[in-house]
């Protein structure tokens, strides 16, 4: 685990920029949004001394939600940088047309957020439940498939300028068994349920500012000429897992990896580095279909 540090200096990489992001209207995407274009001063964080710190990331923002009313009234705060459009992440053409309208009115896309979710908290397991019933699988459909959607179309408009950052939000929950609590929570409207007790216990919280930051924090760790990036990051910053827990960010990917042999065997961690060799290298593929065309 490495405490990557947010260096304000690396705003002024992300200018003019133009993010695309999803679930923008309230919480951490809306946080997210605003900071992107800039209008927030960086003295309003809490645990941070940014106390002159003014720089703005100045970037184009394009984002979606369902939340009209809600994203609406961010925009009319934020003015002609940003661009609301109505998308449900679970509608694949709406998605598309979310992308199409960054395209055509800022000419590119070159930092793409899948942040959209929901939490349904009904336990479909619930032993009391009316097994005729089929239940709502909206968290799949948005926070999964949605979010693959978004990475996809995201991934295309990237290659078209030859890269760019894809950044997904996702849940401890999504990582780990957490027994239907996700720890470390941000405080939106969420994790209503479960503030109260999470607060008696004295558990490291968040603000939804905090997790927005670590996204501008990947968005920005890559994109310096000088090769300056955020204290901490180890570079190239791709493939990272940033775990956000009392307003902190921590890099837990590499550690993961670098302790493979240890939780896997030495002897399992070689044929699976030599497998995943075998996987990356030219030519090979899933696709049946792929290896019949190339057999004459
Ligand atoms: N708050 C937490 O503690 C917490 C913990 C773990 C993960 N997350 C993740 O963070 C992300 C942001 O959540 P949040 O905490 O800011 O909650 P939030 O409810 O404030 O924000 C989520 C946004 O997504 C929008 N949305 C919902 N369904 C959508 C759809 N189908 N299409 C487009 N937009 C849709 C909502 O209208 C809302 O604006 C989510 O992906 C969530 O899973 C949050």
New binding site residues.
């Given amino acids: 685990m490495v405490h990557v540090q947010f260096n304000p200096e690396l705003l002024s990489t992300l200018k003019e920029k133009v993010v695309v992001l999803?679930?923008?209207?309230?919480?951490?995407?809306?946080?997210a949004v605003t900071q992107f274009v800039g209008k927030h001063r960086l003295t309003r964080y809490r645990r941070y001394d940014y106390a002159d710190y003014a720089t703005e990331a100045g970037c184009k923002v394009v984002f979606?939600?369902?939340?009209e009313a809600?994203?609406r009234e961010l925009k009319s705060t934020l003015g002609d940088s940003v661009r609301f459009q109505h998308?449900?992440?679970?509608?694949y053409q709406?998605q598309l047309d979310l992308f199409t309208l960054a395209e055509t009115t800022y000419g590119q896309v070159d930092v793409v957020v899948?942040?959209?979710?929901?939490?349904n908290h009904k336990d479909v397991f619930d032993p009391n439940s009316d097994i005729s019933v089929e239940p709502s699988m909206?968290e799949v459909?948005?926070?999964l498939k949605?979010?693959i959607f978004t990475a996809r179309i995201g991934m295309h408009y990237l290659r078209k300028i030859g890269g760019g950052d894809l950044i997904l939000?996702?849940?401890?929950?999504?990582f780990k068994e957490c027994g239907g609590l996700?720890p470390?929570?941000?405080?939106?409207?969420?994790?209503k349920g479960i503030e109260a007790g999470w607060r008696e216990l004295g558990l490291p919280e968040?603000e939804?500012e905090d997790?927005a930051r670590s996204i501008v924090l990947c968005a920005s760790a890559n994109r310096s000429e000088e090769g300056k990036t955020h204290p901490g990051a180890k570079m190239p910053f791709a493939g990272k897992i940033l775990w956000i827990a009392g307003g902190q960010a921590y890099e837990i990917e590499d550690a993961i990896q670098d302790l493979e042999p240890q939780w896997l065997g030495e002897e399992n961690s070689k044929v699976l580095a030599k497998g995943q060799a075998f996987l990356a290298s030219q030519g090979t593929s899933w696709d049946a279909e792929k290896l019949e065309q190339k057999t004459p």
């Fill in positions: 999803t679930g923008g209207a309230t919480g951490i995407g809306r946080s979606g939600d369902v939340n809600a994203a998308c449900d992440t679970s509608s709406s899948a942040n959209a979710g929901v939490a909206m459909d948005i926070n949605g979010a939000v996702s849940s401890i929950a999504g996700a470390y929570t941000a405080k939106t409207k969420l994790v968040n939804a997790v």
